[in-house]
């Protein structure tokens, strides 16, 4: 691996900021100090300090984003912010979200590199547990929640795997429910709200896989999972 991707791939700065640390004679590998940007090292064995401080570079790493409404899903897009534009500038273009939101949704978002652990994820063999805030138009009956504990047909060749619902509150043609499902099909809580004949005005993703979002993270922002987080992330 070049040394400066290294450098940037840990946050060190961004591209141009550790080519400079370079070139400044910041950085040494195995004690001997590197002035060369494409000078290619071992990231699993070699020994890289900058500035005096030895780093362990980490081959996948793993980031909690609150996403926003208003942004997408996506990589990169030529007209909308998009989901990356909200993580550091100096991640690599290796990173990506896990799944999708709609724009309009809000909430738990997963962003990582690691392509094996986000197909598992999101594989339909897997049935992970994904739980959403969902505030309705409309009106819940107990026949509507039994429907959507036991699957509903939202147009697709088969119904909907059975959901949980927890009622938090009804008024008058309004309720507010937490849905939890283990599929990952398109618009599937808005569809399957469609399908009692509700409307869904607010959507917000409240956890995935056994970790939640938590009320630390506010709106637009992130932080990177621990290791006991990544391991529960795992065990699906």
């Not at 273009?93 to 997963?110: A, H």
Request: with cysteine.
């Amino acid at each position: 691996m070049r040394l400066d991707k290294y450098l940037a791939d840990l946050q060190m700065g961004t591209r141009s900021q550790v080519k400079d640390f370079i070139k400044k004679g910041m950085i040494t590998v195995n004690g001997e100090t590197i002035t060369k940007a494409d000078f290619k090292i071992n990231e699993n064995s070699d020994c890289v300090t900058c500035k005096g401080k030895t780093l362990a570079y980490q081959k996948y790493r793993y980031f909690l984003l609150h996403k926003p409404e208003g942004v997408i899903t996506a990589t990169k897009d030529n007209h909308d912010k998009t989901v990356m534009d909200l993580l550091p500038k100096e991640l690599s273009s290796d990173f990506f979200p896990v799944g999708r939101l709609d724009k309009d949704t809000e909430g738990f978002l997963l962003i990582t590199n690691d392509g094996e652990l986000s197909h598992r994820l999101l594989s339909p063999k897997k049935h992970v547990a994904k739980t959403y805030y969902v505030e309705c138009n409309g009106i819940m009956t107990p026949e509507k929640r039994q429907a959507l504990e036991q699957g509903v047909d939202i147009g697709d060749e088969k119904k909907t795997l059975p959901a949980k619902v927890e009622i938090i509150k009804t008024e008058e043609n309004t309720y507010v429910i937490e849905l939890t499902i283990t599929e990952g099909r398109f618009h599937q809580v808005k569809r399957m709200i469609q399908a009692i004949s509700g409307e869904v005005t607010y959507l917000k993703r409240l956890s995935m896989g056994g970790l939640s979002l938590g009320k630390s993270l506010t709106k637009g922002d992130y932080r990177e999972l621990t290791s006991e987080e990544v391991d529960i992330l795992k065990r699906n």
